[in-house]
């Protein structure tokens, strides 16, 4: 097939995508641009900074991906060492991961260079992955800070940068980091941030770190998937374990994503899940980077079927066959809300979103509906029905759920810093406050409202990412 045909056939050509990159696109089984990346290629394309604003499994990834890989290739394989031509940021090591597999997808055969650099893993690879140099380091930003310090990575050859999930990118767990590593690129970087939601406050702080940024909105911030059926059921905490394990005895529950807000809370549902006879994997913080990433992996080959989780799994993960999302409780904050739910309806799939609300719960219920624009109907109340408390309870019963601290330093995930860290470099000698704490922070943590004073105040447990 030439590539003239190739380009007929997908529309991607029209956009100005090399040919090179038409076949991979085609061979993914991209045949038409989706919305974002009709609109926001040309402008990438063109040099702009751009914001990007598109419902979660709208496909971001691929908007941002192939005009910066069709930038790079054609530079050539001459690279200095230990630099990057593109950096993408991600909030999540689970992300990173699969931005990366996106990216190798999308170059497949054609000698573009990637490298992961994050967290909870050997820096040992990822130090030797560096040191030719690369096309296209994807990273959190935690590790990057830190490698970047002891002069393992250089930065200054970086003229594209993404933030992916650029809201989350930009508050307070990763300002300070993103914010250095910004300036450790080259002055005339290029820069992309894209998410499915943007506070006003926060897309007010992106002005920082671009120059003149277009903003593009396929729809307003917020915004959930219309594919997502959505709904809330009404229930007090101590009844959700039942209500849970009633649904999810239906088989049309294919596959499901088990949110809930603390770590604690997360391996609670999942422990009184299995008492209930159901098989469930868990992923938050707390665990190790190998569970975490074989709990995921799982979930995604379909072997298993229930992945309870926080919102450390709630932002850009794509798994397509996830039928359903239940909110187990009700996140800190609203936009997990939207992203959370967005792991189900993903690039036109069905999907259904059940949320479970105690009446404590209300204020962040409204919250959410604020955001999204939406009342959000009842599909069931409970509250009526009889307190199962004041039943006697069964012999190892147990107590209902308890508030969890969940600001506690994940087991485990201490500093990832050999001791005796050489001396700075690039102006990434003074260690800062922003910390990634295995991802999962946000839990924890309201977003970044407004003031800018005292930013740097806090102390993070540890940097995991
Ligand atoms: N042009 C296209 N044609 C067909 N499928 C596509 C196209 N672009 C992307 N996809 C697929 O759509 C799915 C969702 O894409 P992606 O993960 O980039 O969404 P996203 O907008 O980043 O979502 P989130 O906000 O949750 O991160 C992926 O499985 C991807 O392979
Ligand atoms: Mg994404």
Do not use: W
């Amino acid at each position: 097939m030439t590539i003239e045909n190739t380009a007929e056939l997908t529309g991607f050509a029209k956009l100005g995508i090399i040919g090179p990159l038409l076949k991979t696109t085609a061979a993914a089984g991209f045949d038409q641009p989706k919305p974002i990346q009709a609109e926001a290629i040309p402008s990438l394309l063109d040099g702009l900074d751009v914001l990007a604003i598109a419902q979660t499994g709208s496909g971001k990834t691929a908007a941002f991906s192939l005009p910066i890989l069709t930038k790079i290739i054609g530079l050539g394989t001459k690279r200095l060492p230990k630099t990057a031509r593109a950096l993408i940021l991600a909030p999540t090591r689970e992300l990173a991961v699969q931005i990366e597999d996106t990216i190798r997808v999308l170059t497949k055969g054609l000698h573009v260079s990637t490298a992961l650099v994050l967290g909870g893993v050997s820096r040992f690879s990822q130090v030797k992955k560096m040191a030719p140099g690369v096309d296209v380091l994807i990273a959190t930003p935690g590790r990057l800070t830190d490698l970047v310090r002891e002069g393992e990575v250089n930065l200054s050859d970086t003229r594209f940068l993404v933030l992916d999930e650029a809201d989350r990118m930009l508050d307070m767990g990763f300002i300070h980091d993103v914010k250095r590593l910004a300036k450790a690129t080259h002055k005339d970087r290029q820069t992309a941030l894209f998410s499915a939601t943007m506070p006003e406050e926060i897309a007010a702080l992106a002005e920082g770190v671009m120059k003149k940024p277009v903003r593009i909105e396929v729809a307003p911030q917020g915004t959930t998937a219309a594919e997502i059926k959505q709904s809330v059921v009404l229930a007090r905490t101590k009844q959700k374990r039942k209500i849970l394990s009633t649904m999810l005895a239906d088989e049309a529950m294919r596959q499901v994503m088990v949110f809930a807000r603390t770590k604690h809370g997360a391996d609670r549902v999942t422990r009184d899940l299995e008492r209930d006879g159901f098989e469930a994997a868990v992923i938050h913080g707390n665990k190790s980077q190998n569970a975490r990433q074989k709990a995921l992996n799982g979930f995604r080959d379909g072997s298993v079927r229930i992945l309870v989780a926080t919102d450390i799994a709630a932002r850009g993960i794509d798994v397509p066959g996830i039928s359903h999302v239940i909110n187990f409780d009700l996140p800190d904050e609203a936009e997990s809300y939207v992203h959370r739910i967005g792991r189900t309806g993903r690039n036109g799939a069905d999907g259904t979103a059940i949320t479970l609300c105690d009446p404590a719960e209300n204020a962040k219920l409204r919250q959410v509906e604020k955001i999204i624009r939406m009342k959000l109907p009842v599909a069931a109340d409970h509250l009526g029905e009889p307190d199962p408390q004041s039943a006697p309870r069964a012999p190892g019963a147990r107590a209902p759920m308890e508030a969890a601290n969940d600001r506690a330093a994940p087991r485990g995930e201490k500093q990832q810093r050999p001791q005796g860290q050489k001396p700075s470099r690039n102006g990434f000698g003074k260690k800062q406050a922003a910390g990634e704490n295995g991802g999962d922070k946000p839990m924890s943590r309201k977003p970044f409202r407004g003031k800018r004073k005292g930013f740097g105040g806090r102390k993070p447990a540890t940097r995991a990412a």
